[in-house]
Structure formats: C-alpha cells, structure tokens
C-alpha cells in the first residue's frame, strides 16, 4: 500500500505576476516546480516541497509564496500529525527515520527564561563606543597559580600552549561531505578574518584548505578518516569529538553517493564507499582510555597544540566533564540538546540529551567545586542563535561558544531540516557540484565576518551596560543573570536568583 | 632533560636509548632527538610500559625495543620501522599510516585501529577487536599478519587492507574461538587458516576458497612473516587456508525510511 502524506506546504504562483520564466524551476532542487512547454505553464507538485524558500526569493516578479498546508486531521493532541505521519512513513519502509538539522521540539530554551543585568545608579555604565571593551579569550589549560617576576615583571612559570580568540564565538564542527568545500572555505576565511576558529569535523582537510590552519581545529574522530600526522599538525587545536548533540551515542554513516572523487581524497577512503563512524571510539573505553588518546595525541603534535574533547550533554555530564579534565583535556566542549546535524536518526535527535544551558551550569559549577576549573576552557554548543545567548552562556561559566546553524542560515540556511537528502537548496550541505556553487567563499565569508562583527558590537553594548570593560569579568559571574518562569530547582542548578530577588 | 650523550654521534649512526626508569614523555623525546641526530637506527633498552613510541615521527627509521612497550606503540605512525623483542600491548599500530611493527611476542587488543598503511607482524596471538576499521586508500594498504590466534571481533567494520591469521598453535583440524569475526566488515579481505563454525562469522562477512591471485598475495605474506622470525614459510602455505570477504559494500543501506 503506498502511503498518503498530505503535502506540507502550498506553493501559491500569482498568475498575473508570472512570467514563466522558469528560475523557481531552475532553483528548487527537491523538484516541486517544472514547465509545461505546450501551455506554456509553470506548475508545481507540491508534496516535494520542504519550505526552504530557494523559489521564492529567487522569483524575479515576486510572484511565488509558499504557505503552510493547513489541512487538519481531527485535532488530537497526542495524535499530532508528525506521530500519524511518521508511523505511515515507516510502515511504507521498514527503516528508522532520518532528519538534518537541531531538535524541533518545544522543550524548554532556558536562555529565553534568563535575563541579564544592567547599571543603575549605583555604579555607572560604560559607552563602549567611546570607551575600550575587551572581548579577548584565551582558550588553554591556565597554571594554578600565576608568578611574575618583580624585576622584569613578566611571567615566572611556563605557560602551556594557548589559542587567541577576538570574538568568543567559533565555528563547529562541519565536516566535508555533511557540508560542501564553498561553505568550508568560507568558513575558514571568516574565522582568519575575525580572529577565531572553524572546524573540520570528522572529514579530514581538503589540500586547499591547509592555508588556514592557524584558524583551525582539526577533529579526530571513531572514523578516523583523514587522520595522519601532517592533519593533525595542520590546525591549533586537535578535537576528539566523542558525541554530538543531535545524536547522543550515535555514530555516522556518510553514504558512498556522497563520498565524490574530492571527498574521498580528503577522507582517503575509496570513491562511492561508505564512511562508517562507528558508536564509540575503540580505543575509548574510560577516563583513563580517554587520557591515553589525549596524551597520544600531544605526543604526535609535541605538546605544541592544544587537545579538545567534545561531548554530547548527557544526564551525568558535569561529573563526566571532570574526567575529562582530569584526563588532560585543554578543552571541554560540550554540544547540547539542540545541537545540529548533517543527518542522525530523529528519534535520538528529538528524545536524547539536555539542554545545553543546564549542562554548562553542572558543569562549570563541578569544576570550581573540585578547583580544575582553570585547567580547561569550556566551550558551548546547541542552538545558540545571538549575542544575548552567548552573554548568557559566558555569565553561566563558558569561555567561549561554538555556532554551527547561525553560522549556516548567515549564509543562506533557512532550516527546512532537508540537510540529510543531500539536496540543500541553497548549496549548503550537499555535495552536489550544481548546487554547491550557490556559496560563493567570498561572499559567505564576509557575511560571516559580519555577523560577529554585529555580535561583538552587541556584547560590548551589553557588558558596558553591566558597567564591565571586559568579556573576563563577565565570565562565571551568574549575579548578572536573574531567571523568570522558572522552578527552584531550575534555579538551583542554573545557580541564578529569580527575578526580583 | 638530561643530555643523552648518545645523541652526539654523526649521521648514519646506532643511538642507544636505556628506556630503565624513564617516563613516556622524556622517552618519546629522547626518540625524537636521535632521530633528529640522524640515527638510522635506534637500540631502546629495558623499555617497560612507555606509550606511544614511534609517534611522531615521520621517518623510515629502524627502531628496536627491548622489554615491554606500552599502549598506542606506534600510534599515529609515519613511517618508522619498529621491532619489539617482547610483546606489545593494546592499541598498537592504532591509526598508523606507513611503517612497519614487527613483534617478537603478542599484542593486546585493538591492534592496527583504524590503520590506513603500514604492516603489523606479530609472531604470537593478539587480543580483542584486531584490525577493526582498517581501510586503504590509492597506494595504502595496511596489512596485518598473526601467526598464532585472535579474540573476538576480528577485523570489525574492516573497510580495506588484508589481515592474515595463521594460527600456527593450532592444529588443521582445531576450531577457533573467536566469535563475531568481521562483523560490520565492508571492505578488505581475510585468510585464515583453522576451522570456524558459521555462528563465529560477523553475518556481513562470505567465505570461499583462495584463488590464484588470493595465494600470490598470501605466499606474499606469508614469506616476509617467516623471515621475520625465521620460520619456514612453505611449510605454513601447505596448511589449508580460507577467505573471508565483505558480502556487501553498503552493508548499512537499507536502514533509514525518508
Ligand atoms: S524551492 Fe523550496 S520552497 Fe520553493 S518549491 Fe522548492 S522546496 Fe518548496
Ligand atoms: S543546510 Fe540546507 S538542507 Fe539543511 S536546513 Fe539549511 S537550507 Fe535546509
């Protein structure tokens, strides 16, 4: 029996304004729109159509819109259409269901029941147009303790190795083959540009972009692809990804159609073969395995790079967090509930994991308790959308944050959640050489460099407010945040007063 | 650091390294010296337990051990040739990319991880998940040779490269004990010699019987694995060998709905 899925959206052409110039055709690359030659009519199949408004932006006479079906099954709140929906698209296929993009779910954003702090009276605030704000961030291991020398005043004890960051925003990782190589470049360049970091995932790095290294962080991870000295020399920071937030415990699979002749030689697997990542990380059984490849890895790059460990926020994340410091990590990234993905099952993408706020409160609160704060950075993930979140996240303990979807809708991403069909629209995540070339690396770079230029003015706007001149004194400092709408318990973990209080 | 004297000697020298008492960092860094002295070939004595020897370096370089290497021997490795007279522990050869391990004893689990090149000979048996996502790429081939049994999950997720296991402790007509060999296996090929029962195989992985290319690339091995321990290699090319391949190269295609 084939299934029956009511399309999700309508694509409304206005006759008048139409002009068949078949650019809607030319641009939707889940082909809705085609051109009847013989009535010279430009039509659409609408069930293929995912939302993604490549057509109507590009339609020269304005003359598309694409609105949200409304047709309603009997109102059920259990039985929402996705539930109804789902369960047909399995009994058609036997297989599970797959999905791009973060967790669509309501659950709660904590950001949005957090606000922050300004002066008053009191204590005045800055202008940080006409005053110095310093938005630095070293990200590193920092010593217990600090000596100077009282002659020469300059430090007493060795530093280990430290990465420089001007805005604390860095790019995640976005491996190529889950995104194109323009979107890489782009990324690269904006993160040389801006003075921070992207990263490369788990697909090696492409020859061509070897250039950036001082601005990247090259990932290890259970696939091991592209993994050999001269990679994990090339960048400033080696990451260990253990876990990803959109799919918790889950490993990957890049299917061999989208392991093309650039992407294998990247990889270095064979061309059309599979990329199994698998679940763990074989030689990753424990803390102490963990410290193992930690130390393997300062050893093949001389204690000269700085060593990163991501993970999924999971329901023990604050205590796991410590072993990961006490196994040498320089860097603790961890990657929450709404975190984004090339494609991962949709039922561990919506059902597993925590949000990501509440992991950063357990875990810079663990740290501090235990006094190992200082021997790593925090960095954050999932679902950070603007400067407010990040201020938010830095009052909560992170050192800096990583965006992955705000980094992808600044060059064109409108979230349709198609990114695991390979078909992405606007040129995205796909490997497809036609529609790649929708990215162009100059372009999308300055559009990111200018979204952290925005965000930097923001955050500067919002520390001279708090009367601070320094992103440093805004770091951990959770009086300047206040929750609304929140339980006790909330609040107890997030470590912040109520509002009011 | 202490200055090895050793490491004055001109190019194209022996260095000694007395690994007695030495942690893995100052050992590794005492290595990375000789290397950068010119040594082509390093003697490390009384090693017991230091990691990651051989990592980073990115040179055909001979290096001996004596003793008991550490985990991750070799990992990350470029090019090195290392020979252990003593066993190696877990994750030697993990990620390795060119070189050569050869090993005058056993080695734990996870041998040859995740490899891209190089070649793994070890004399004796070896532990759990050996050779699990081994792959290749163009020119690079990891090969891994076992001349006596192997633990579970033998060549798990294999994507490349060959792995030989020629049980040389057991008898023609004794059965393994592994179980769950090549599960997830979609690339590379193993011979083995011994029996199996079919329950033992990954349910990814076919047997056959080697043809004429298949025994060209085994006496291959076969030959360079007798000379490193002196053993007699047609007399272990006699014994009945079987190949184990990847039934499907997408073993995971039909797994996801939409
Ligand atoms: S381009 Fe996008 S919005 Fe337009 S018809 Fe195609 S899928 Fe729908
Ligand atoms: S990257 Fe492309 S496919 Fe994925 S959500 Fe964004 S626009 Fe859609």
């Known amino acids: 029996m084939k299934t029956f899925i009511p399309s999700k959206f309508i694509v409304e052409r206005d006759p008048a304004r139409c002009i068949q110039c078949q650019v809607c055709v030319n641009q939707c690359s889940f082909a809705v729109n085609s051109y009847d030659a013989a009535d010279n009519e430009v039509m659409a199949d609408e069930n293929n159509c995912v939302g993604c408004h490549r057509c109507v932006v590009f339609c020269p006479t304005n003359a598309l819109n694409i609105r949200k079906n409304t047709l309603d099954y009997r109102e059920n709140y259990n039985w929402r259409p996705e539930a109804i929906e789902d369960i047909l698209k399995q009994a058609e296929t036997g297989g599970m269901l797959l999905t791009g993009m973060g967790n669509d779910k309501g659950y709660k954003v904590y950001w949005d029941h957090i606000l922050l702090n300004a002066s008053q009276v009191t204590n005045p605030s800055i202008d940080p147009l006409r005053e110095p704000m310093e938005l630095v961030t070293y990200l590193g291991r920092k010593p217990d303790r600090v000596e100077i020398d009282p002659v020469t005043h300059t430090l007493k004890n060795a530093m280990p190795p430290q990465v420089k960051l001007n805005v604390p925003v860095m790019f995640s990782a976005m491996s190529y083959g889950a995104v194109s190589l323009n979107v890489q470049h782009s990324l690269a360049r904006a993160a040389t540009e801006a003075g921070t970091f992207w990263n490369t995932g788990e697909g090696g790095l492409h020859a061509s972009l070897y250039p950036y290294g001082d601005h990247t962080i090259v990932q290890v991870a259970s696939g091991r692809f592209g993994v050999h000295s001269k ?132 875990v810079d609160a663990r740290l501090r308790q235990e006094n190992i704060r200082n021997q790593a950075s925090l960095v954050i993930a999932g679902g950070i959308r603007n400067s407010g979140d990040i201020a938010k996240a830095i009052a909560l303990g992170a050192d800096a944050v990583y965006i992955g979807t705000a980094a992808l809708i600044a060059l064109g991403c409108t979230a349709c959640q198609q990114c695991h069909t390979g078909k992405c629209a606007w040129g995205i995540c796909t490997s497809d050489l036609a529609l790649t070339k929708r990215i162009n690396p100059e372009i999308g770079s300055r559009r990111l460099v200018n979204l952290l230029r925005g965000w930097a003015i923001e955050l500067k706007d919002i520390l001279g407010g708090m009367g601070i001149n320094a992103l440093e004194s805004l770091r951990g400092n959770r009086l300047h945040l206040r929750g609304i709408g929140l339980s006790d318990n909330e609040l107890k973990i997030l470590g912040i007063r109520p509002v009011g209080d | 650091m202490p200055a090895n004297p050793a490491l004055k000697k001109p190019h194209n020298s022996i260095i000694e390294i007395n690994a007695q008492d030495i942690a893995t960092h100052e050992l590794n860094n005492q290595l990375k010296q000789a290397v950068a002295a010119g040594a082509n070939k390093i003697l490390m004595k009384n090693v017991c337990g230091q990691r990651y020897i051989g990592t980073d370096i990115n040179s055909p370089v001979e290096i001996e051990i004596e003793g008991t290497p550490g985990n991750d021997l070799g990992s990350f490795m470029n090019g090195p040739r290392i020979t252990v007279h003593g066993n190696a522990q877990d994750g030697c050869g993990n990620t390795m990319n060119e070189g050569e391990i050869v090993v005058h004893g056993h080695a734990g689990d996870i041998t040859g991880l995740s490899s891209r090149g190089g070649r793994i000979f070890i004399r004796e048996g070896v532990g759990y998940r050996t050779g699990i996502h081994m792959k290749e790429y163009g020119n690079k081939k990891p090969i891994i040779v076992i001349g006596g049994a192997a633990q579970d999950f033998f060549g798990e997720y294999m994507a490349g490269g060959v792995l030989v296991l020629l049980a040389l402790n057991m008898k023609d007509s004794d059965y393994h004990r592994t179980r769950y060999m090549g599960t997830g296996m979609h690339g590379g090929v193993i ?59 997408r073993p995971y295609g039909r797994l996801y709905a939409y």
Request: charged share 20%.
């Open chain 1, 231 to 362: 990679y994990l020399n090339a960048g400033q920071v080696v990451e260990i990804k253990i876990g990803q937030g959109a799919k918790p415990g889950i490993g990957g699979h890049l299917p061999g159609e989208k392991v093309t002749a650039e992407v294998s030689r990247t990889r270095m697997i064979p061309i059309g073969s599979d990329a199994l990542s698998p679940a763990p990380q074989h030689d990753i059984y424990s803390i102490e395995d963990l410290a193992q490849l930690v130390y393997a890895l300062k050893e093949a790059t001389g204690y000269r790079k700085l060593i990163s460990v991501k993970i999924a926020a999971v329901h023990n994340v604050a205590a796991i967090a410590s072993g990961m410091v006490r196994a040498g990590a320089d860097i603790i990234a961890i990657d929450g509930l709404r975190g984004s993905t090339g494609a991962a099952p949709k039922v561990i993408r919506d059902n597993v994991g925590i949000p990501i706020e509440m992991a950063l409160a357990a």
């Open chain 2, 191 to 249: 011979y083995m010699r011994g029996r199996l029962e079919s329950h033992q195989l990954g349910r990814e992985v076919g047997t056959a019987e080697l043809n004429g290319a298949d025994h060209e690339v085994l006496s291959g091995l076969v030959g360079q694995f007798a000379g490193h321990f002196d053993l007699n290699a047609d007399k272990i090319l006699r014994h009945e060998f079987t190949k184990l391949f990847p039934l499907y190269h």
